[in-house]
């Protein structure tokens, strides 16, 4: 269904090239990348250490001005950071000097939101993720699994229109892993939100994607992509899924390999 | 035994050894006079309005010109942190000036500025602003960029981000800066008084030794110490004590050790 002058897409990038400059050296990043995102959907995207997933996640964040072709967002080009985008960091990013609520309720203050609309909000949210018996607990005082949830609900109470995930939960045990799961595709089933889903974890992409990408090895390109099909919630340990799983990985061996051997050959 | 109990227990034997030196008659009375004696100065100093009003007037020295100059050394601080062509000139210089005792900038005072308060508040000033100055910078350079896209990505910019994310994040550097400015204020401040004929603990402390009255000068070197130790009980440890706190940074090195990776 397309309608004039409206695009499905949430998110469209077309010959995205990206390319940093150490040390006088030119290190490329990603290379023409096109990739579409409907709106609502989950797209998670693995690939081998350094080949660009961050860097692609930087970019549509809007931290980086890619050096060629271009990233639109609902038809707008991205031009700087906005809460339209959130990033959920892999170090997260709380600021510790504010309680658990404080980092909620900080994207709504900055945007000049009422202190009583601002508490409902993020109460809302702590909700959602099952800590509001931790609203005024400070950052360092919560375990490992309680602080991604709350970056999550930061994330959420901005109400983004996409959400850009780098490797939440890798840092995670595998019980606290799994819950999260499952809490963020019910979050997802509530709320709908676009998600850009980046890990190292072939079966958590399984798991949380309607696709999954793969990307080859530096410079990263898109390599190919599967598409899941199964019913939700899906929990890692489903069989079918361990069978993508699977066809996925033998796509993504390669690739790992390769990027070994380059890493190696740089030492 | 509790901490109170201890430094009491602490404080009145310093008393009674000094009592202890007193007996023993190594020197005259009119050189080491006794703690009593000491207080009785003390006492009536405080009575006669003379002390109270010496203390007055040198803690609004002080107040102003830490005040003042702290406002303008962050200020200040956060400018030089923000524009790298700066940092590596002026950032230089004010990591050298730091270096320079301020009652050095009294005979520039004089010349420019003549016999007057404002002088006094110069020098104080100039014992304050490097130090705030400096570790502001450094407070400010050091947030982590993290911190700073978090922030954009929440929507925050400009004074927005600088007032709700640098400032906080650069808050215990800033303080450690205050803290040192605090006490360099109040030491330039008493080389000043000694040095002016005016009002202030500083000039008591000279008028003693004009009159040679131990008694005195000894009076007001305590009420110089405690006023000292006051401010950095009384104001700046609770502070730092909160901020270690508040930011989670309380952990003993061992246990960051143990929790670096961020693992459960
Ligand atoms: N800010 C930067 N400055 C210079 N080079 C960078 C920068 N960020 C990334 N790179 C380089 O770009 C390449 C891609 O890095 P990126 O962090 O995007 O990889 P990644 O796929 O996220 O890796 P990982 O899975 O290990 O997180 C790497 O070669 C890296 O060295
Ligand atoms: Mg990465």
Redesign the pocket.
Known sequence: MNYPGIDPCRVRIRGLSHA?T?AGRQ?E?VRDINLEILDGEIVCIV?P????????LNLIAGFERPRQGEILVHGHPVRSPGPDRVVVFQDLGLFPWLTARGNVEFGLKVRGVLKKDRREVAERFMQMVHLDKFMDSLVHELSGGMKQRVALARSLALNPDILLMD?PFTALDAQMRDYLHLELQEIWDKTRKTILF?T?NVREAATLGHRVIVMTA?P?RIKKEFKVDLPRPRHIEDPGLIEIARSIMEELRGEVATAMKEELKNE | MSRPLRQGLLFLGALAFWEFLVRLHLWPDYLLPSPLQVGRTLADGLASGELPLAIGVSLRRTLLGFGLTALAGIAFGITIARHPRLDDTIGSLMLGMQTLPSICWFPLAILWFGLSEFSILFIVGMGTFFSVVNSTVAGVKNVPPLYLRAGLNMGAHGYVLLWEVVLPAALPSILSGLKQGWSFAWRSLMAAELLFVNLGLGHLLSVGRELNDMSQVLAVVLVILIIGIAVEMGVFAPLERHLRVRWGLQKSLSSVAETAPARS
């Open positions: 940093y150490n290190v990043a690939g250490s350094g080949c660009g997933k961050s860097s692609l490797e980046v190292h530096h990263g």
